[in-house]
């Protein structure tokens, strides 16, 4: 517990100086600096090697912080109270005398934002007298990162401070849902999109846009750099075959999300399974068919994205 409180003082003292710090979240590792600072948000983008026009997701402490910089709706309430601290990012509309830097929005006049359930992330917040911008703890691209070890991977020591939290627990991005006018769901993520739709009682569909207006829209995004077969019965030889449910024949070349079509365990297995045959040196990678329904959804649209050539 004294390491714990000693490592998130030491993030703050590194923030503070408006440096980057890995934090943990129960979906990824997230790359944090202080949303209100320009300095600290171009630390994030340079970093990263992330494009200027992607905007960031700002992490909260609680919803009477968020209230300084965004507007609230009925519908956020509702979401709020069920989910959060959880899996979920909202697009609000900025209120036109928010501290949050331009760099965070590239001028646009949303802001998507979340409140992180990890412990170690929620009294770091808690400290803070800012909100923290904080993307994904990965190089622009490619695989995100679950743990400590894949954050010096990623980065090596280009980063001041990594807050260990062991392991994230769900080990796949947030869902967001826009809140700007009509609801509508802009990435498959964490909550799946049937809790949603029970809560606002409506049924929102996953909307895929082209053109880039909030986080996570990206076509390449958590490539391990080689290609990927989707939806294939029998690998080619010398490939990666991904499953989501035991075979009874073995192989090396078999990498198991799970091995009882547990989607949930599946999801969290994603990054984990991709950055070892990554690591394993494998030159392509085959995926059976997943069930695209709960987290499956989520799965085949990360699998499909890190497939794009």
């Given at each position: ?172 991005e947030s869902t967001i849902i826009s809140l700007v006018g009509r609801p509508k769901i802009l990435r498959l ?64 070349s078999y990498y198991y999300l799970s091995k009882t079509k547990n989607l949930k365990e599946a999801a969290k ?41």
């Open positions: 517990m004294k390491n714990n409180l000693s490592n998130i003082k030491k993030s703050k003292y590194y923030l503070d100086k408006n440096e980057c710090v890995a934090i943990p979240t129960e979906t990824v590792y997230g790359l944090a600096g202080n949303a209100y600072s320009n300095k600290a948000t171009s630390k994030i983008f340079r970093l990263k090697k992330r494009h200027k026009k992607n905007p960031l997701i700002v992490h909260y402490s609680s919803f009477e912080t968020l209230k300084k910089d965004c507007y609230i709706n009925n519908h956020f309430y509702k979401l709020y109270k069920k989910f959060c601290p959880g899996p979920i990012t909202f697009v609000l509309k900025l209120k036109k005398d928010s501290k949050i830097s331009k760099n965070v929005t590239n001028n646009k006049k949303t802001l998507a934002v979340r409140f992180p359930s990890h412990p170690l992330t929620k009294k770091l917040l808690k400290l803070l007298n800012y909100p923290l911008a904080a993307p994904s703890a990965n190089i622009s691209t490619k695989i995100s990162s679950v743990s400590k070890e894949d954050v010096i991977e990623e980065f090596g020591n280009k980063i001041k401070f990594i807050l260990n939290g062991g392991r994230c627990k769900i080990g796949l993520g964490g909550i799946e999109k049937s809790r949603i739709n029970y809560i606002l009682k409506r049924n929102l569909q996953y909307n895929k846009i082209d053109k880039i207006t909030v986080p996570g829209q990206s076509n390449l995004h958590y490539s391990p750099g080689i290609p990927i077969r989707l939806n294939i019965l029998k690998p080619k030889f010398s490939e990666a075959f991904i499953l989501i449910k035991k075979r009874k024949k073995t192989s090396k297995n994603l990054y984990k399974i991709l950055r070892k045959i990554k690591n394993n040196n494998y030159k392509s990678i085959a995926v059976e068919k997943i069930p695209n329904i709960g987290f499956g959804e989520a799965i085949n649209d990360r699998l499909k994205r890190a497939s794009t050539k």
